[in-house]
T-cell receptor, first 112, second 113 residues
Framework: AQSVTQLDSQVPVFEEAPVELRCNYSSSVSVYLFWYVQYPNQGLQLLLKYLSGSTLVESINGFEAEFNKSQTSFHLRKPSVHISDTAEYFCAVSNTGNQFYFGTGTSLTVIP | SAVISQKPSRDICQRGTSLTIQCQVDSQVTMMFWYRQQPGQSLTLIATANQGSEATYESGFVIDKFPISRPNLTFSTLTVSNMSPEDSSIYLC??????????FGSGTRLTVV
């Protein structure tokens, strides 16, 4: 079975500061890894994903995540956050592609 | 990626009543998924809906409480039956977008009073 742990439930950070949202997973098989973002009063949106190939994946809005197999981690980072990045971020893992296991989410609050 | 239209976006319902949530996809998909996101928690898969067969429910969810329809490859409904305040959640449908991961509807925010 798969499981996902997001260690930080809330992360406050000042605008233009760097941020890292942590995600660890457990699985006995190869996995696909995802980060989803949920802006206030909106649905989930795919932020980025790792399926295979390069372990460093990037999104179009400056976020990146690195798949670390030895540490079973997929931490999300951004070197400089904006107010508009305030949202709930969910890490998810899937092995067959048919079912996701979501972490409990990290609430990122960017402070002006 | 696929585009999902989900409605209603929100509703306030009396306990004991039922609410049907609809999801329309702009392309044909084999499987559709229904999730629940309870306040302050992550997403939990309720069931997987395949066209032409009964939905497959996850542990803790039963068809009598959450009946699902899947009449064609672009549409599905989830009904929350005999509602109680504990059913207050966000309900989301999801489909796989080939090569793009999974796409989610905008969610239905249900409040049961």
């Amino acid at each position: 079975a798969q499981s996902v742990t997001q260690l930080d439930s809330q992360v406050p950070v000042f605008e233009e500061a760097p941020v890292e949202l942590r995600c660890n997973y457990s699985s006995s098989v190869s996995v696909y890894l995802f980060w989803y973002v949920q802006y206030p009063n909106q649905g989930l949106q795919l932020l980025l994903k790792y399926l295979s190939g390069s372990t460093l994946v990037e999104s179009i809005n400056g976020f990146e995540a690195e798949f670390n197999k030895s540490q079973t981690s997929f931490h999300l980072r951004k070197p400089s956050v904006h107010i508009s990045d305030t949202a709930e971020y969910f890490c998810a893992v899937s092995n067959t592609g048919n079912q996701f296991y979501f972490g409990t989410g990290t609430s990122l609050t960017v402070i002006p | 990626s696929a585009v999902i239209s989900q409605k209603p976006s929100r509703d306030i319902c009396q306990r004991g009543t039922s609410l049907t949530i609809q999801c329309q996809v702009d392309s044909q998909v084999t499987m559709m998924f229904w999730y629940r996101q309870q306040p302050g928690q992550s997403l939990t898969l309720i069931a997987t809906a395949n066209q032409g067969s009964e939905a497959t429910y996850e542990s803790g969810f039963v068809i009598d409480k959450f009946p699902i329809s899947r009449p064609n490859l672009t549409f599905s409904t989830l009904t929350v039956s005999n509602m109680s305040p504990e059913d207050s959640s966000i309900y989301l449908c999801s489909v796989e977008s080939q090569g793009m991961g999974y796409t989610f509807g905008s969610g239905t925010r249900l409040t049961v009073v």
